[in-house]
């Protein structure tokens, strides 16, 4: 029923008649029972039941004279200015629906009607009687296919339909009416006749509280909760402080009221100051007095033992200790009672099922719309701004302030206050640090102002929300909360125990149990994570303490482990470096680096940059490690750390490298000036052989071929001098670029290919296939497409499998030019959109061969023209990555082409 019938204040507004009835009017209202449950049956199939619906009864109730007051999804609203003529209607009505064929058996609607007769005059085009309510309120203790009415319909329906008659119901309290109304049920022939007793106020009794405002979301959620419920005798809500426990519990509640004829009773433990005290407020909820000489526990369980009832128990984690006896005992004694508990812990007695519930979800709906979250938030910040609306524009800034708060309910009430005085762009600004001097705060954010109004003291701020559950924290719980809270994301078992001495099971175990900490199992075993509003609080606590450099130090210790074992097997052994294994990590490492720019270790930070060299690039942020490399130098000029050059050295190496992907080339020369002098006061041949390689790049990119290439040649002589030519790779691909560009390609394949073993001793490099892919270009310009297919896609494949995606988008391109020289035009407009759409998306530069896929570009757009190119081009750039890859190695080889010629002279026979 979209109308709520038994809701009060307020009635219809009449749509403008000239002819209303006056006087003694007779009032219907109708709605479909279960229209909620058909309409998520049906799904898609539900409107045009709906539509049917309407029209058969439009149909019959008009026909009789009936004036149509309302429409509202499944609600109608009708006045008759005859008592007779309005019951005749219904039973027309109901024979209608029934003789109507529908889609299926189970989508027919059960409509369910009330008529009351009263003296009203309409007035301005709606009638502002009370007559209305009572109206109302019959029909909303009515059952589906049921015709109820009120006595005084009863009486002022002089005649009835043929062979019909009414049953007297009895003597009913309706909602919001002093007194009781005398209900009658029309009986007639073929009209279904036995119900259930009418859904009036003691048909189920509950206490359950009238929410301010409207719940949000959680379809699946109260779906599961409904059936577990209906499964299990005791369902604990389980979740952290603001997770939505109570709303949650009190919207199923309401689902189920019809569950459980002896009512649904909502008791709030939070509000019980005695433990004693206890069984005494359960028992006074039902309705029970002390019995002298007998404890209330035996009283409250003889009661419900012959009762079917559910008892919602509220923020249970207040009186742990003296909920689970009672509810226990009143298991045992009462078979159908069934408790649904909310609390931050589980109850810990048998037969508990414990319903962990998740955040908001902040996956856009089925539909394309938005999640959960941000419709929450969006309907909170209206309300906040006085019933604006948010614009469309602002929803991509408020999906950033739901992610950033984890989808946590309060935490987003709280945003939505905030909202009042801030954008959404600013609120999002302040909720996110992204190479800020100080750690993001989200407690701070949203708690400024002062308390929630009108919030329960535990729920009036996050902090207050936090800190309940901390003050119950023994001591060794609260270290290790406080400690976690360096960690951005989830974190195993393992490095929980690198983080703390000792064995951290019993205490990670309490902070799961209390839902300050979320287990997450996996198919690689369980991590653990804070939400961040807790993570925030955490925080602070940790700062209060004293503790926060002891538990960061630790935590970047912990994150150069992780990220030095990237490149190793499990023996320990170098392996081919993936950069899929670092995109996990980077959040971490992240945080490990904003603490060492503002008060850790700077060379710890250099360390962690280094490390980051190539996937910093790969993947699009070579200006985010500049950023990172800057504070870092700034970090050790304030504190004189000292940092061996070797270590240096290697971070201004990689700086070089970024600033010439960032364009940057004088930048680019400087530093790599510098990871020259550095290098050569290491004294380390290997590490120089590298940085003296990368110093040809520079060269190059600063418009001095000649000067590079001479470079290339003095650096390869010098690494094999030194035994350490394997370290001057770089030298290798950078000189056989510069052979390739002058049209050099005989030496430049005989260098390629004397240098393959170099690549197979570099596991930071050989996933790139660098040879590889210079060999094909070497084939390309030779027009041998044969041996350009093999190696560009040896070089793709690999690329793509150990993420390098920055020059996978070089391979795609070369993959393009050898479709148009084997005349495949289509396809390679196709990849050089997908390319070019990736490689801006990277930020990465034209590179060394821009004025070659300038040309084969140019030679497709003339083979297919302007319109085909474009089109092809565009669709491109539609795709992602990896399916940018996949349509670069499905094209064919060439041998395997119809016109190739290859195999075409074999002998035949043996």
């Given at each position: 029923?979209?109308?709520?019938?038994?809701?009060?204040?307020?009635?219809?507004?009449?749509?403008?008649?000239?002819?209303?009835?006056?006087?003694?009017?007779?009032?219907?209202?109708?709605?479909?029972?279960?229209?909620?449950?058909?309409?998520?049956?049906?799904?898609?199939?539900?409107?045009?039941?709906?539509?049917?619906?309407?029209?058969?009864?439009?149909?019959?109730?008009?026909?009789?004279?009936?004036?149509?007051?309302?429409?509202?999804?499944?609600?109608?609203?009708?006045?008759?200015?005859?008592?007779?003529?309005?019951?005749?209607?219904?039973?027309?009505?109901?024979?209608?629906?029934?003789?109507?064929?529908?889609?299926?058996?189970?989508?027919?609607?059960?409509?369910?009607?009330?008529?009351?007769?009263?003296?009203?005059?309409?007035?301005?085009?709606?009638?502002?009687?009370?007559?209305?309510?009572?109206?109302?309120?019959?029909?909303?203790?009515?059952?589906?296919?049921?015709?109820?009415?009120?006595?005084?319909?009863?009486?002022?329906?002089?005649?009835?339909?043929?062979?019909?008659?009414?049953?007297?119901?009895?003597?009913?309290?309706?909602?919001?009416?002093?007194?009781?109304?005398?209900?009658?049920?029309?009986?007639?022939?073929?009209?279904?006749?036995?119900?259930?007793?009418?859904?009036?106020?003691?048909?189920?009794?509950?206490?359950?509280?009238?929410?301010?405002?409207?719940?949000?979301?959680?379809?699946?959620?109260?779906?599961?909760?409904?059936?577990?419920?209906?499964?299990?005798?005791?369902?604990?809500?389980?979740?952290?402080?603001?997770?939505?426990?109570?709303?949650?519990?009190?919207?199923?509640?309401?689902?189920?009221?019809?569950?459980?004829?002896?009512?649904?009773?909502?008791?709030?433990?939070?509000?019980?100051?005695?433990?004693?005290?206890?069984?005494?407020?359960?028992?006074?909820?039902?309705?029970?007095?002390?019995?002298?000489?007998?404890?209330?526990?035996?009283?409250?369980?003889?009661?419900?033992?012959?009762?079917?009832?559910?008892?919602?128990?509220?923020?249970?984690?207040?009186?742990?200790?003296?909920?689970?006896?009672?509810?226990?005992?009143?298991?045992?004694?009462?078979?159908?009672?069934?408790?649904?508990?909310?609390?931050?812990?589980?109850?810990?007695?048998?037969?508990?099922?414990?319903?962990?519930?998740?955040?908001?979800?902040?996956?856009?709906?089925?539909?394309?719309?938005?999640?959960?979250?941000?419709?929450?938030?969006?309907?909170?910040?209206?309300?906040?701004?006085?019933?604006?609306?948010?614009?469309?524009?602002?929803?991509?800034?408020?999906?950033?302030?739901?992610?950033?708060?984890?989808?946590?309910?309060?935490?987003?009430?709280?945003?939505?206050?905030?909202?009042?005085?801030?954008?959404?762009?600013?609120?999002?600004?302040?909720?996110?640090?992204?190479?800020?001097?100080?750690?993001?705060?989200?407690?701070?954010?949203?708690?400024?102002?002062?308390?929630?109004?009108?919030?329960?003291?535990?729920?009036?701020?996050?902090?207050?929300?936090?800190?309940?559950?901390?003050?119950?924290?023994?001591?060794?719980?609260?270290?290790?909360?406080?400690?976690?809270?360096?960690?951005?994301?989830?974190?195993?078992?393992?490095?929980?125990?690198?983080?703390?001495?000792?064995?951290?099971?019993?205490?990670?175990?309490?902070?799961?149990?209390?839902?300050?900490?979320?287990?997450?199992?996996?198919?690689?075993?369980?991590?653990?994570?804070?939400?961040?509003?807790?993570?925030?609080?955490?925080?602070?606590?940790?700062?209060?303490?004293?503790?926060?450099?002891?538990?960061?130090?630790?935590?970047?210790?912990?994150?150069?482990?992780?990220?030095?074992?990237?490149?190793?097997?499990?023996?320990?052994?170098?392996?081919?470096?993936?950069?899929?294994?670092?995109?996990?990590?980077?959040?971490?490492?992240?945080?490990?680096?904003?603490?060492?720019?503002?008060?850790?270790?700077?060379?710890?930070?250099?360390?962690?940059?280094?490390?980051?060299?190539?996937?910093?690039?790969?993947?699009?942020?070579?200006?985010?490690?500049?950023?990172?490399?800057?504070?870092?130098?700034?970090?050790?000029?304030?504190?004189?750390?000292?940092?061996?050059?070797?270590?240096?050295?290697?971070?201004?190496?990689?700086?070089?490298?970024?600033?010439?992907?960032?364009?940057?080339?004088?930048?680019?020369?400087?530093?790599?000036?510098?990871?020259?002098?550095?290098?050569?006061?290491?004294?380390?041949?290997?590490?120089?052989?590298?940085?003296?390689?990368?110093?040809?790049?520079?060269?190059?990119?600063?418009?001095?071929?000649?000067?590079?290439?001479?470079?290339?040649?003095?650096?390869?002589?010098?690494?094999?001098?030194?035994e350490v030519a394997p370290d001057a790779l770089f030298a290798v691909c950078n000189l056989a670029e510069l052979l390739w560009l002058r049209g050099a390609l005989d030496e430049a394949a005989t260098l390629l290919a004397a240098s393959r073993q170099l690549e197979q001793l570099r596991p930071a490099e050989r996933g790139r296939r660098t040879l590889d892919l210079l060999l094909g270009m070497v084939a390309l310009r030779r027009g041998d497409l044969v041996a350009a297919h093999e190696h560009l896609t040896v070089a793709l494949r690999s690329r793509m499998a150990y993420g390098f995606h920055g020059r996978a988008c070089v391979a795609v391109k070369a993959m393009a030019a050898r479709c148009v020289q084997g005349g495949d035009a289509m396809t390679a407009a196709t990849l050089f959109g997908a390319a070019e759409s990736t490689t801006v998306q990277l930020h990465c530069g034209p590179g060394i061969f821009a004025s070659f896929w300038t040309a084969q570009q140019e030679a497709a757009r003339a083979a297919l023209g302007d319109a085909v190119f474009d089109e092809a081009y565009a669709r491109g750039a539609a795709l992602s990555l990896g399916e940018t890859a996949s349509l670069a190695l499905a094209v064919e080889h060439p041998d395997l082409a119809v016109d190739s010629?290859?195999?075409?002279?074999?002998?035949?026979?043996?």
């Amino acid at each position: 029923m979209n109308r709520d019938f038994q809701g009060g204040g307020g009635y219809p507004r009449v749509q403008q008649r000239t002819h209303l009835p006056r006087g003694q009017v007779t009032f219907l209202f109708t709605d479909i029972e279960g229209s909620t449950r058909l309409a998520q049956m049906l799904g898609d199939g539900y409107r045009p039941v709906l539509h049917e619906h309407r029209r058969v009864l439009r149909a019959v109730l008009a026909a009789a004279g009936g004036v149509e007051l309302f429409t509202e999804g499944d609600s109608y609203f009708f006045a008759f200015a005859d008592a007779s003529t309005a019951v005749e209607a219904c039973a027309c009505a109901q024979r209608a629906l029934e003789a109507h064929t529908w889609p299926d058996p189970q989508a027919q609607p059960k409509v369910r009607m009330g008529l009351h007769t009263g003296i009203a005059q309409p007035h301005g085009g709606e009638y502002a009687s009370p007559e209305v309510h009572r109206a109302a309120r019959v029909a909303a203790a009515a059952h589906g296919g049921q015709i109820l009415l009120s006595a005084s319909t009863a009486e002022a329906a002089s005649r009835l339909p043929d062979q019909a008659w009414l049953l007297d119901l009895g003597l009913h309290r309706l909602r919001g009416f002093d007194g009781r109304e005398r209900l009658f049920q029309l009986v007639a022939p073929e009209l279904e006749q036995h119900f259930p007793r009418p859904r009036t106020e003691r048909t189920a009794p509950h206490n359950l509280p009238s929410p301010l405002t409207s719940f949000v979301g959680r379809h699946p959620e109260r779906a599961e909760l409904a059936e577990l419920l209906a499964a299990h005798r005791l369902t604990t809500v389980v979740g952290a402080g603001g997770a939505g426990k109570s709303r949650l519990a009190v919207a199923v509640a309401h689902d189920l009221i019809e569950s459980y004829p002896d009512g649904i009773w909502n008791i709030d433990i939070a509000g019980v100051t005695d433990p004693g005290l206890l069984a005494f407020t359960v028992a006074t909820v039902l309705g029970l007095r002390p019995e002298p000489g007998r404890p209330v526990v035996e009283t409250l369980v003889e009661h419900a033992s012959t009762r079917r009832l559910m008892l919602l128990l509220d923020t249970c984690e207040a009186q742990v200790g003296v909920v689970a006896p009672l509810v226990a005992q009143l298991l045992a004694g009462a078979r159908e009672v069934t408790v649904l508990a909310t609390s931050r812990e589980p109850l810990g007695i048998a037969g508990e099922l414990v319903w962990r519930i998740p955040p908001l979800s902040l996956s856009p709906s089925a539909g394309g719309g938005v999640s959960d979250a941000v419709t929450l938030l969006a309907e909170r910040t209206a309300a906040a701004r006085g019933g604006r609306p948010v614009e469309p524009a602002e929803l991509a800034d408020l999906a950033r302030v739901a992610a950033r708060l984890d989808g946590l309910p309060l935490a987003i009430e709280l945003a939505a206050a905030r909202l009042r005085v801030l954008s959404g762009s600013e609120l999002a600004a302040r909720l996110h640090a992204e190479l800020t001097a100080e750690e993001s705060d989200p407690l701070r954010a949203l708690d400024a102002g002062g308390p929630h109004s009108g919030a329960h003291a535990r729920h009036a701020t996050m902090q207050a929300t936090v800190t309940w559950s901390y003050r119950t924290l023994p001591d060794d719980a609260a270290q290790l909360l406080r400690w976690l809270s360096v960690f951005a994301g989830p974190i195993s078992l393992a490095g929980v125990e690198w983080l703390m001495d000792g064995d951290p099971l019993g205490p990670l175990t309490v902070l799961v149990d209390k839902s300050l900490v979320q287990a997450e199992p996996g198919a690689h075993g369980t991590t653990y994570r804070m939400l961040d509003p807790i993570r925030g609080y955490a925080a602070r606590r940790l700062a209060a303490h004293g503790e926060e450099a002891a538990a960061r130090d630790r935590h970047v210790a912990w994150a150069l482990r992780a990220l030095q074992a990237v490149g190793h097997g499990p023996d320990g052994q170098p392996v081919t470096l993936s950069l899929y294994s670092i995109d996990p990590l980077a959040a971490e490492l992240r945080a490990a680096l904003r603490w060492c720019g503002t008060g850790g270790s700077a060379r710890s930070g250099l360390q962690i940059s280094c490390g980051l060299d190539q996937w910093w690039r790969e993947r699009g942020l070579a200006r985010e490690g500049r950023l990172w490399l800057f504070r870092l130098y700034a970090r050790l000029s304030e504190t004189g750390e000292r940092v061996p050059d070797a270590e240096l050295a290697r971070a201004y190496h990689a700086h070089s490298g970024h600033a010439a992907v960032d364009g940057e080339f004088v930048e680019e020369l400087r530093f790599s000036r510098r990871a020259e002098s550095a290098g050569r006061r290491a004294g380390d041949p290997g590490l120089l052989a590298r940085v003296l390689a990368g110093r040809s790049g520079a060269l190059r990119d600063a418009g001095k071929p000649d000067d590079a290439e001479q470079a290339c040649r003095e650096v390869l002589a010098w690494a094999t001098r030194y035994e350490v030519a394997p370290d001057a790779l770089f030298a290798v691909c950078n000189l056989a670029e510069l052979l390739w560009l002058r049209g050099a390609l005989d030496e430049a394949a005989t260098l390629l290919a004397a240098s393959r073993q170099l690549e197979q001793l570099r596991p930071a490099e050989r996933g790139r296939r660098t040879l590889d892919l210079l060999l094909g270009m070497v084939a390309l310009r030779r027009g041998d497409l044969v041996a350009a297919h093999e190696h560009l896609t040896v070089a793709l494949r690999s690329r793509m499998a150990y993420g390098f995606h920055g020059r996978a988008c070089v391979a795609v391109k070369a993959m393009a030019a050898r479709c148009v020289q084997g005349g495949d035009a289509m396809t390679a407009a196709t990849l050089f959109g997908a390319a070019e759409s990736t490689t801006v998306q990277l930020h990465c530069g034209p590179g060394i061969f821009a004025s070659f896929w300038t040309a084969q570009q140019e030679a497709a757009r003339a083979a297919l023209g302007d319109a085909v190119f474009d089109e092809a081009y565009a669709r491109g750039a539609a795709l992602s990555l990896g399916e940018t890859a996949s349509l670069a190695l499905a094209v064919e080889h060439p041998d395997l082409a119809v016109d190739s010629s290859r195999f075409a002279e074999l002998p035949s026979g043996s």
